[in-house]
C-alpha cells in the first residue's frame, strides 16, 4: 500500500506579494536607506546624481515597491534635456537585497516605462547594466553622441525611445530640465508630493 503523503506547502517569507505604488513623503527616509545599502553612502558623488541635484523628479514617475508594509523597492524618473531633445532620465532603481530575484525590479520597471509612455514622454535614458536593461528594451544604438556631466562607461548608457527617432541625431551633453526643488529640500530631498 502505498502511504498516504500530505503535500507540503511552504508559505515562506518568499511567498509575500508585493505592490508598486506612487512614491509617498512617507517613503522617503526608507528609500534613502535603500539607496545608501544598495549603492554605498557615497553615491551622491555619481555622475548620473547632477542630473537629480536639486530637482524634482517628472511628476507621477517616483515608485515604490512595498511588501508586507515595508518598502523594498523604488525607482524614479527626470526630466533632461539629451542633446536638445527632451527625454527622460532613469534612476536609481534599487530593491532590497532581502527581496532581490523576485521580479520586483522588472514590475518597478515596467510599471515606471509604461506610466512614462501614457504620460507622453518619447524617450528614457539611463546608465545601467546592459546585461540587465536590455530585457525592457533598452540599447545603446542611439546614445553614441551623447554625453554625461562627469565621468561614465560609454557601453552603459542606454536608451529607450517609445516614440520611433525621438533621439535621432542627439548629439551633446545630457542636463537636467525638471523643475527645482525649494531650497531647503535640495540635498536628499524627498519627491515633491510624487503622484
Ligand atoms: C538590479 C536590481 C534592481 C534588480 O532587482 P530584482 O528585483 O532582483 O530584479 P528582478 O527580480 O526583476 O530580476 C532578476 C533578474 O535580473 C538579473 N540581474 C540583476 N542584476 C543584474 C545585473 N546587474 N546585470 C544583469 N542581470 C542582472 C538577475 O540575475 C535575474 O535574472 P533572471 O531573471 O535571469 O533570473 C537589484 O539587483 C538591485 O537593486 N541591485 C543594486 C542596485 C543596482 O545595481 N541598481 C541598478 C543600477 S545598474
Known amino acids: 500500500m502505498t502511504a498516504f503523503r500530505k503535500p507540503q506547502i511552504a508559505l515562506t517569507s518568499k511567498a509575500a506579494p508585493f505592490a508598486i505604488r506612487s512614491e509617498r513623503?512617507?517613503?522617503?527616509?526608507?528609500?534613502?536607506a535603500l539607496l545608501d545599502a544598495s549603492f554605498g553612502e557615497d553615491r551622491h558623488g555619481r555622475t548620473c546624481q547632477r542630473l537629480r541635484d536639486g530637482r524634482a523628479?517628472?511628476?507621477?514617475?517616483a515608485l515604490s515597491a512595498v511588501r508586507e508594509g515595508k518598502l523594498v523597492g523604488t525607482v524614479r524618473l527626470w526630466h533632461v534635456s539629451a542633446g536638445g531633445r527632451p527625454a527622460l532620465?532613469?534612476?536609481?532603481?534599487?530593491?532590497?537585497?532581502?527581496?532581490?530575484?523576485?521580479?520586483?525590479?522588472?514590475?518597478?520597471?515596467?510599471?515606471?516605462?509604461?506610466?512614462?509612455?501614457?504620460?507622453?514622454?518619447?524617450?528614457?535614458?539611463?546608465?545601467?547594466?546592459?546585461?540587465?536593461y536590455a530585457r525592457f528594451g533598452f540599447s545603446a544604438e542611439k546614445t553614441a553622441g551623447l554625453s554625461l556631466p562627469g565621468p561614465f562607461e560609454r557601453d552603459r548608457l542606454l536608451a529607450i525611445e517609445f516614440t520611433d527617432g525621438a533621439l535621432d541625431g542627439a548629439e551633446g551633453m545630457i542636463v537636467p530640465t525638471g523643475s527645482a526643488l525649494p531650497k531647503r529640500r535640495s540635498v536628499r530631498a524627498p519627491a515633491a508630493r510624487a503622484a
Do not use: F, K, N, T
Request: charged letters at 20%.
Open 25 to 32: 513623503a512617507v517613503d522617503v527616509a526608507a528609500r534613502e
Open 57 to 61: 523628479p517628472a511628476a507621477g514617475l
Open 89 to 132: 532620465v532613469l534612476g536609481p532603481l534599487a530593491v532590497d537585497p532581502a527581496c532581490r530575484e523576485l521580479g520586483i525590479g522588472a514590475a518597478l520597471m515596467h510599471q515606471a516605462l509604461a506610466a512614462a509612455r501614457a504620460r507622453g514622454h518619447e524617450a528614457v535614458i539611463l546608465l545601467g547594466d546592459a546585461s540587465y
